[in-house]
């Protein structure tokens, strides 16, 4: 099975930082990468998908990039809405796996 | 708009067994794979099983091969989870989403979940 190790397990930061999530996988994965954003008590929801393609109505400030083993998740500008949990996942194969999530905290 | 709809969950003993079920409306349901994923609390999202557009495909995570299994009603647009064997340790919410593709693919629509607990 693939393991995707996810870094930072905690971020504190403040309202207009940019930050970075990033995510490894143990063996190349290509660009089949997804990351969500899940906040207490609710779903995930897709965010990014093939590494870097932005879902339809996610705000520009979210960006992904990476291939093969290593990928990034960007907050160019936190905004209150984005202090949440964030997931990567692999589906370049079954069994798919996600990563342990980072948690996104104000500072 | 799609939407997915879990039911079926609650509180069994350990060793007995539960069925899930999972409503979709608002695309072609025949057209893509269906997933459940699981989340215990405080925890992060674990895999579960996924089936194929048209059920013949079907692959599960480890922690649950031979003890869950998944499928499909296209007739009714509805996807099933079979939990027998019930352990502590798969106690969760369990979501059903579906895949953007008829297989492969990421999950693009998530539902709400729905809480099983296995406990005496």
């Known amino acids: 099975d693939i393991q995707m190790t996810q870094s930072p397990s905690t971020l504190s930061a403040s309202v207009g930082d940019r930050v970075t999530i990033t995510c490894r996988a143990s063996?190349?994965?290509?660009?089949?990468l997804a990351w969500y954003q899940q906040k207490p008590g609710k779903a995930p929801k897709v965010l990014i998908y093939?590494?870097?393609s932005l879902e339809s109505g996610v705000p520009s400030r979210f960006s992904g990039s990476g291939s093969g083993t290593e990928f990034t998740l960007t907050i160019s500008s936190l905004q209150p809405d984005d202090f949440a949990t964030y997931h990567c996942?692999?589906?370049?194969?079954?069994?798919?796996?996600f990563g342990r999530g980072t948690e996104l905290e104000i500072k | 708009q799609v939407q997915v709809v879990e039911s079926g969950g609650g509180v069994v003993q350990p060793g007995r067994s539960l069925r899930l079920s999972c409503a979709a409306s608002?695309?072609?349901?025949?057209?893509?794979?269906m997933h459940w994923v699981r989340q215990a609390p405080g925890k992060g999202l674990e895999w579960v099983a996924v089936i194929s557009y048209d059920g013949r495909n079907k692959y599960y995570a480890d922690s649950v091969k031979g003890r869950f299994t998944i499928s499909r009603d296209n007739s009714k647009n509805t996807v099933y989870l079979q939990m027998n064997s019930l352990r502590a340790e798969d106690t969760a919410v369990y979501y059903c989403?579906?895949?953007?593709?008829?297989?492969?693919?990421?999950?693009?629509?998530w539902g709400q979940g729905t809480l099983v607990t296995v406990s005496s």
């Open positions: 093939k590494a870097s």
């Open positions: 608002g695309f072609t349901f025949s057209s893509n794979a």
């Open positions: 989403a579906r895949g953007e593709m008829a297989t492969m693919g990421f999950i693009d629509y």
């Open positions: 996942q692999q589906y370049n194969s079954f069994p798919y796996t």
């Open positions: 063996q190349s994965i290509s660009s089949w």
